[in-house]
T-cell receptor
Framework: RKEVEQDPGPFNVPEGATVAFNCTYS??????FFWYRQDCRKEPKLLMS???SGNEDGRFTAQLNRASQYISLLIRDSKLSDSATYLC????????????FGRGTSLIVHP | DGGITQSPKYLFRKEGQNVTLSCEQNLNHDAMYWYRQDPGQGLRLIYYSQIVNDFQKGDIAEGYSVSREKKESFPLTVTSAQKNPTAFYLC????????????FGPGTRLTVL
């Protein structure tokens, strides 16, 4: 089983739609979780951390379900500029400094 | 402004040559990382360093070397022993130990001619 799994997509949605991505992880000892955004031929950029209680940043909402070992990202009122690849990242555990990256979910928002 | 810089942005190399990619950060971060990304693929860890004068191999260290003589700098050398070096190379750092998110430089796109 891969350590961090994401549906690669692409998710093709119209402007204004709500779209959700899930990401599952295998290490139950992981303590930190993140969503990154990566535009084509650019570096990944930290979108938001994911907290146990869930957190929201404008149109973006992240949730963590420790029991089922998945995190989610919800994007409301999608914009054309949201088109990108969204990477799920699970932080290290046990003293390691190495996070684990998912391979990303591609989102295409069309007019 | 604080951040991570990488240079050059684009690099062309002839087969058999070693090249060094620069990574500098002024975020006062302790940990730094080098990743490789191939088209349509995820990030793969080459080397990482948790502290000055110490570094560890990642998943694909063969054909690469690094140094960490200063906190701000973590250069990566792609040696002629790396069989398929054409890729997008990303440097990252984190300042909150194991729990912090990583911040990435803009990357270097290396092409072997």
């Amino acid at each position: 089983r891969k350590e961090v799994e994401q549906d690669p997509g692409p998710f093709n949605v119209p402007e204004g739609a709500t779209v959700a991505f899930n990401c599952t992880y295998s290490n139950s000892a992981s303590q930190s979780f993140f969503w990154y955004r990566q535009d084509c031929r650019k570096e990944p950029k930290l979108l938001m951390s994911v907290y146990s209680s869930g957190n929201e940043d404008g149109r973006f909402t992240a949730q963590l379900n420790r029991a089922s070992q998945y995190i989610s990202l919800l994007i409301r009122d999608s914009k054309l500029s949201d088109s990108a690849t969204y990477l799920c990242v699970v932080g290290p555990s046990g003293g390691s400094y190495i996070p684990t990256f998912g391979r990303g979910t591609s989102l295409i928002v069309h007019p | 402004d604080g951040g991570i810089t990488q240079s050059p942005k684009y690099l062309f190399r002839k087969e058999g040559q070693n090249v060094t990619l620069s990574c500098e950060q002024n975020l006062n971060h302790d940990a730094m990382y080098w990743y490789r990304q191939d088209p349509g693929q995820g990030l793969r860890l080459i080397y990482y360093s948790q502290i000055v004068n110490d570094f560890q191999k990642g998943d694909i260290a063969e054909g690469y070397s690094v140094s960490r003589e200063k906190k701000e700098s973590f250069p990566l050398t792609v040696t002629s022993a790396q069989k398929n070096p054409t890729a997008f190379y990303l440097c990252a750092s984190t300042g909150q130990g194991p729990i912090g998110g990583q911040y990435f430089g803009p990357g270097t796109r290396l092409t072997v001619l």
